[in-house]
């Protein structure tokens, strides 16, 4: 069936250093596309997302590549702080009137100090 | 920053009793969402709601669920006769439209013994 999900459960970087991290989504029709930060006890929020028309787009200090060949989608964070570390769940919503979001598993990203 | 509000934060309940979890969505928004995250595993939607009426739901919604916007401001969802399988997060979320950004309430954390 049509599924998001990441590759990696954990990733553990190093403070100061860049983290990707990685979604796979096997949706063609998906045309819009979001990475939530979710920390311990909390709901997700919302850090940065982009349309099927678009491969790239910037925020402040992520970074979010869309590869509609491989279907493929990844968040870069830039000099990662302690702040950083929660669970990155990528999200996709297709058209036609199917509006609720279909998350994939969720990486835990780890910050080392 | 307006952000979307839920109460409680965590509900205990019996087997079989009825249970209403509370929302109140950003104040200009339109469209409403329930979503549910069992321990653990990924966020899962359960439906959409707009202009008084659901417009999309998966198959988690069954008949146990309801849900109703009762004034302007809040947005509930009612499981008749909860499950032990309830037990999981409820998420709140809404947005201006479909296929835009959608904002995540703290989460109700439903246990039921």
């Known amino acids: 069936g049509e599924s998001v999900g990441l590759h990696l459960p954990t990733l553990s970087v190093q403070e100061g250093d860049n983290s990707i991290i990685n979604c796979a989504y096997s949706?063609?029709?998906?045309?819009?596309f979001i990475w939530y930060k979710q920390e311990s006890g909390k709901g997700p929020q919302f850090i940065i997302d982009?349309?099927?028309n678009m491969d790239k787009r910037q925020g402040q200090r992520v970074t979010v590549l869309l590869n509609k060949t491989v279907k493929h989608l990844s968040l870069q964070i830039a000099a990662t702080q302690p702040g950083d570390s929660a669970v990155y769940f990528c999200a996709e919503n297709w058209g036609g009137g199917a509006d609720g979001l279909t998350f994939g598993k969720g990486t835990h990203l780890i910050i080392q100090p | 920053e307006p952000e979307v509000t839920q109460t409680p934060s965590h509900q205990v309940t019996q087997m079989g009793q009825e249970v209403i979890l509370r929302c109140v969505p950003i104040s200009n928004h339109l469209y409403f969402y329930w979503y549910r995250q069992i321990l653990g595993q990924k966020v899962e939607f359960l439906v959409s709601?707009?202009?008084?009426?659901?417009?999309?739901k998966s198959e988690i919604f069954d008949d146990q669920f309801s849900v109703e916007r009762p004034d302007g401001s809040n947005f509930t969802l009612k499981i008749r006769s909860t499950k032990l399988e309830d037990s999981a997060m409820y998420f709140c979320?809404?947005?201006?439209?479909?296929?835009?950004?959608?904002?995540f309430g703290p989460g109700t954390r439903l246990t039921v013994l």
């Open positions: 949706n063609s029709a998906s045309d819009y």
């Open positions: 979320a809404s947005t201006t439209e479909p296929g835009s950004t959608q904002y």
């Open positions: 982009i349309r099927s």
């Open positions: 709601f707009y202009n008084n009426e659901i417009s999309e």
